[in-house]
Nanobody
Framework: QVQLVESGGGLVQAGGSLRLSCAVS????????MAWFRQAAGKEREFVAA????????DYADSVKGRFAISRDNAKITTYLEMDSLKAEDTAVYYC??????????????????????WGQGTQVTVSS
């Protein structure tokens, strides 16, 4: 049974930092590209960041470039999202997602939510202004 479990969300003041974690089980983690998406109240789910299965390639939404950093630890079977200089508009539920890319280059990343077959339950991030 595949499970993606996010943690690390919470309430933080604008300008602060949070680190989200996504613990994965039930799949061969090193075969999967990983990503973070977010969904604010009343809005569609949107792409935040992605990392290739090799860890060598990353991609970010323009709105978070320079503030957020995605990483992965294949030994710990975990993906992280380091969020700095948080803004009120970063408030959302953050979701972790996984996509098997073993048939493709180890450098491929995807920013389309339809590309991802496995999802976590989400963790709430609230930034107060």
């Amino acid at each position: 049974q595949v499970q993606l479990v996010e943690s690390g969300g919470g309430l933080v003041q604008a300008g602060g930092s949070l680190r989200l974690s996504c613990a994965v089980s039930g799949l061969t983690f090193s075969s999967y590209a990983m990503a973070w998406f977010r969904q604010a109240a009343g809005k569609e789910r949107e792409f935040v960041a992605a990392i290739s299965r090799s860890g060598g390639v990353t991609d970010y939404a323009d709105s978070v470039k320079g503030r957020f950093a995605i990483s992965r630890d294949n030994a710990k079977i975990t993906t992280y999202l380091e969020m700095d200089s948080l803004k009120a508009e970063d408030t959302a539920v953050y979701y972790c997602a996984a996509r098997n890319t073993i048939m493709y280059s180890g450098s491929v990343v995807y920013n389309d939510l339809r590309s991802y077959g496995y999802w976590g339950q989400g963790t709430q991030v609230t930034v107060s202004s």
